[in-house]
Each structure stands twice: as structure tokens, then as C-alpha cells.
Nanobody, 124 residues
Framework: QMQLVESGGGLVQPGGSLRLSCAASDSTFSNYAMGWFRQAPGKEREFVRGISSSGGTTLYAGSVKGRFAISRDNAKNTVSLQMDSLKPDDTGVYYC?????????????????WGQGTQVTVSS
């Protein structure tokens, strides 16, 4: 069973940046596509960015296009989310998740392992 631990959340002003990291416990990390999702209070969890197992393909939600970047380091079993030009609407709990196989996906139900989440608050 893979364990995922997110870090890097916090309070930031609009227009600021944060970098989230997710560390995986399993040495089979490179066999999984990874994704970042978020959930705002009172809303459903939504896809943010995804990356294939090799890192060669990435997906993004339209709301974060040009602002959020995803990357992974298979040697270190980590995936990161660089968030720039943050807006109040980006506030929420951010989760990383692992999907078996190589293909990146936006479909929440395809992800089988989830981290506990890290809070991101964008406010002045």
C-alpha cells in the first residue's frame, strides 16, 4: 500500500507563490501516474494537474493553465506542484494521488492512493 504525504501548504497573498511536494513511500512510484486535486469548502474535489509515470505527459485544469506546473522525480519518489499567481479561488485542501499505470488522467475515480491533504489559503 503506497503512502503519500503532502507538504508545503500555507497562507499566501493573492499573486504569490507556493510549492507543494508529495513524497511516496513505495519504490514502485515510477509505475504510477500522479495527480494533484483540490477541494474548497462546500465544493467537490476537483482535478488540478496530472503527470504520466515517466513525466513526459502532463494534464491541467483550465483554471490553472499557465499558473501551476507539475513535475516529478522518480529517483526520489516525489511529485511537486509549483503554484504561481495565486488567486483567492485557489484556496482549498490540496491532495496528491496515485493512479496505477503510465497514463495521466483527470478522472478522480482512477486514483487509488491519496495523501491526507495540505491546506492552501490565498488571502490578503
Amino acid at each position: 500500500q503506497m503512502q503519500l504525504v503532502e507538504s508545503g501548504g500555507g497562507l499566501v497573498q493573492p499573486g504569490g507563490s507556493l510549492r507543494l511536494s508529495c513524497a511516496a513511500s513505495d519504490s514502485t512510484f515510477s509505475n504510477y501516474a500522479m495527480g494533484w486535486f483540490r477541494q474548497a469548502p462546500g465544493k467537490e474535489r476537483e482535478f488540478v494537474r496530472g503527470i504520466s509515470s515517466s513525466g513526459g505527459t502532463t494534464l491541467y485544469a483550465g483554471s490553472v493553465k499557465g499558473r501551476f506546473a507539475i513535475s516529478r522525480d522518480n529517483a526520489k519518489n516525489t511529485v511537486s506542484l509549483q503554484m504561481d499567481s495565486l488567486k483567492p479561488d485557489d484556496t482549498g485542501v490540496y491532495y496528491c494521488a496515485a493512479r496505477p499505470g503510465s497514463r495521466a488522467s483527470m478522472v478522480i475515480s482512477e486514483y487509488v492512493y491519496w495523501g491526507q491533504g495540505t491546506q492552501v489559503t490565498v488571502s490578503s
